[in-house]
């Protein structure tokens, strides 16, 4: 079975300070990781992903995020926070314990403040 | 322009009544998923089709049916037996590999009244 969990439901971040959203896995074999973003009544929309080859992935916004297999997780990251990046933020798995499916974790929703 | 349309975008049920959510795609992807979406349970699997004419229940699929009679459309009924059927509903599709992104619509909410 595979799992995520997202620390903290909600994060509130200054314009032009450092976001960090936090997304730890639980998989019985080599995940394939995502993060995603929601904006009010609206679908979902890719930030990045990792399926293999290099641990850091460099996503749209200026978002990046880390793989790091001996600490299961994938920290999504922006070094300076805009008024646009108010939203809330997936972290998801995949992989073939699981077929094809993805898993959510229950997500973090970002407030910026001017 | 490739995407998925859901319809409609708000839909209203009376208690007992039947309906069903459209998912249309024109990406020519194998994999179709519906998710529901509800304040601070992130999203939950109802169902998914990985071929025409085969689909298996997700995490949450009772009082829900499905079908997948053509590649690009994959309609989701909430029926009676959905105890509480208010939420956001989420279609997304992808390509039949482990890992590629899910493309996903622009929801249906759903209000029960």
């Known amino acids: 079975a595979q799992s995520v969990t997202q620390l903290g439901s909600h994060v509130s971040v200054s314009e032009g300070a450092l976001v960090l959203l936090r997304c730890n896995y639980s998989s019985s074999v080599p995940p394939y990781l995502f993060w995603y973003v929601q904006y009010p009544n609206q679908g979902l929309q890719l930030l990045l992903k990792y399926t293999t080859g290099a641990t850091l992935v460099k996503g749209i916004n200026g978002f990046e995020a880390e793989f790091k297999k001996s600490e299961t997780s994938f920290h999504l990251t922006k070094p300076s926070a805009h008024m646009s990046d108010a939203a809330e933020y997936f972290c998801?798995?995949?992989?073939?314990?699981?077929?094809?499916?993805?898993?959510f974790g229950g997500g973090t929703r970002v407030l910026v403040k001017p | 322009d490739g995407g998925i349309t859901q319809s409609p975008k708000y839909l209203f049920r009376k208690e007992g009544q039947n309906v069903t959510l459209s998912c249309e795609q024109n990406l020519n992807h194998d994999a179709m998923y519906w998710y529901r979406q509800d304040p601070g349970q992130g999203l939950r699997l109802i169902y998914y089709?990985?071929?025409?004419?085969?689909?298996q229940k997700g995490d949450i699929a009772e009082g829900y049916s499905v079908s997948r009679e053509k590649k690009e459309s994959f309609p989701l009924t909430v029926t009676s037996a959905q105890k509480n059927p208010t939420a956001f509903y989420l279609c997304?599709?992808?390509?039949?590999?482990?890992?590629?992104?899910?493309?996903f619509g622009q929801g249906t909410r759903l209000t029960v009244v």
């Open positions: 997304a599709s992808s390509e039949a590999t482990m890992n590629t992104e899910a493309f």
């Open positions: 089709s990985q071929i025409v004419n085969d689909f």
């Open positions: 998801a798995v995949s992989g073939q314990a699981a077929g094809n499916k993805l898993t």
